[in-house]
């Protein structure tokens, strides 16, 4: 081969590794809407993602992705961790099922064993907090046993493994899992030369408390820094403190070197009327950010550690529409689910700032304040509106006295109209206890008070 086509070959093969972003996106699929798994992956590689992480092993989409040149992160449900790390040869079956038929052809590079398994505190949850570490190290054997070396085992953790998170030097993790999960896991992590894997939002601290932290600070935006008194380092976000706290407290257990991936990360487009900031343009503002941040060369890193980069995972490629919880669950998507792009992102964060179209300007930056109502959504249909208003009814401690033939809300006699009144009994009467108005989609909420003269609906006051 000559020179020139040497230099040729080369040009060729550093466009092709430039083509593609290394940010990934979480490909979830809880929805009934969702476009097939082939359109999804076509969208993927469309969008120059570069990395893609799934919530199983799902055989289709594993072959699918074979011939895409895109790294992919698989996951052991958590249902299946226990018996893993029981019996080798469940660990060594799992392997030979999930890994071996694919491993040639898709770029497998993450193994993750469960689902923020630590947040789970319940008796079952506590079995699979004994048997997570445990687990890993089977599989490890496994992948070991069939001579597969290029996958890294991890375990994707929430911030709510930390019992302190600020100022991030004090970052510590709860007591109550410290020793006897995270110690043996950080250890395994070392060993294995593998990833502290993060689902960061800093959505989450930022909406628990938008009086006290700036959401320019939380979008990337702050022009301002905050000094840690501890450690003497100065943050410009609060991604980056959430980080540190982490990497605070692995120190603290002997564990200063383990590097972090960010297994999920990203902002809500939409949400409840009471979520506030869950928007298009935050979404964006933030995601924008983040990639620039993330694709930066050399890499930019954190106070606590700059210069190392972090790999990083965007939540999700689509809306998600049968997600449980509050509406921002269900809006967490980079695409509709046609396919079309919720706002406009390049992942690869070459596009300046100044290159994207403007956003729609925020309407609910601000918490919103006053009653809302939980009525019967447009379009929901009748026999799940009848089901669902049944069931309401029969929950311990609601009346639906009022719709009896004869009393105050009977008229107009509607499925839709009953529904809307029992389901805004239902929310005023159990939003305290965690109940969203949501009833599988049925329901939506209004600022508008759908009373009647005569038929009071009751209303939560936010
Ligand atoms: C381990 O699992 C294998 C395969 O599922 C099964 O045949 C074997 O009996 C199990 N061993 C124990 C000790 O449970
Ligand atoms: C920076 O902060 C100052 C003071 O809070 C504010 O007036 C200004 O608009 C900010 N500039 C940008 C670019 O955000
Ligand atoms: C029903 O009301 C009683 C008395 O107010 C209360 O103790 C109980 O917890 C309630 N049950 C439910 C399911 O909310």
Not at 30 to 56: C, F, H, Q, W
Request: with cysteine.
């Amino acid at each position: 081969m000559d020179f020139v086509a040497i230099v040729f070959i080369c040009l060729l093969s550093l466009s092709s590794v430039e083509a593609s972003s290394n940010i990934g996106v979480n490909y979830g699929v809880l929805g009934n809407n969702l476009p097939s798994p082939y359109r999804s992956i076509e969208l993927l590689t469309a969008m120059k993602a570069g990395r893609v992480k799934i919530y199983d092993a799902n055989p289709d989409i594993l072959r699918l992705l074979a011939t895409t040149n895109l790294k992919v992160s698989i996951m052991i449900p958590n249902h299946e961790i226990s018996g893993i790390a029981a019996n080798q040869s469940i660990a060594d079956e799992w392997v030979r099922n999930n890994i071996l038929p694919y491993y040639e052809k898709t770029l497998i590079r993450y193994l993750l064993v469960g689902n923020e398994v630590l947040s789970y505190n319940t008796e079952q949850g506590h079995r699979m907090w004994h048997d997570l570490v445990p687990a890993m190290r089977s599989i490890k054997r496994a992948l070991n046993s069939q001579n597969i070396r290029g996958i890294k085992i991890g375990t994707p953790l929430a911030m709510d493994v930390l019992q302190t998170t600020f100022p991030p030097s004090s970052g510590t993790f709860r007591s109550d899992i410290r020793d006897s999960v995270i110690l043996p896991m950080l250890k395994f992590l070392d060993e294995t030369n593998s990833f502290f894997f993060i689902d960061a939002y800093p959505y989450f601290p930022w909406s628990q408390d938008p009086k006290n932290i700036n959401l320019d600070f939380a979008l990337f935006r702050g022009n301002y820094t905050t000094q840690d008194p501890g450690s003497g380092l100065i943050y410009r976000n609060l991604l980056d403190q959430m980080l540190d706290s982490i990497i605070f407290a692995m120190s603290k257990l002997g564990y200063s070197n383990i590097k972090l991936v960010i297994s999920e990360t990203g902002w809500p487009n939409s949400g409840d009327i009471e979520e506030t900031g869950a928007n298009i343009f935050n979404a964006a503002t933030y995601n924008r950010n983040l990639i620039q941040r993330m694709t930066t060369k050399p890499p930019i890193g954190t106070p606590a550690r700059p210069g190392v980069p972090i790999p990083t995972f965007i939540f999700s490629l689509f809306d998600e529409n049968q997600k449980s919880g509050p509406g921002t669950e269900r809006h967490w998507g980079l695409l509709h689910t046609d396919g079309t792009p919720v706002y406009d992102l390049d992942l690869t964060g070459k596009k300046s700032m100044t290159e994207y179209a403007p956003l729609p300007v925020p309407k609910n930056n601000v918490p919103y304040k006053g009653k809302v109502w939980c009525v019967a959504a447009n379009g929901a249909n009748e026999m799940e509106l009848s089901a669902a208003l049944s069931y309401a009814c029969s929950v311990a401690n609601m009346t639906c006295e009022a719709l009896s033939p004869g009393n105050e809300c009977y008229e107009p006699v509607s499925v839709r109209n009953h529904a809307s009144y029992v389901f805004s009994t239902y929310w005023a009467k159990f939003k305290s206890n965690g109940a969203t108005c949501f009833f599988n989609g049925l329901a939506v909420e209004t600022t508008r008070d759908p009373s009647r003269a005569s038929c009071k609906f009751p209303s939560v006051t936010i």
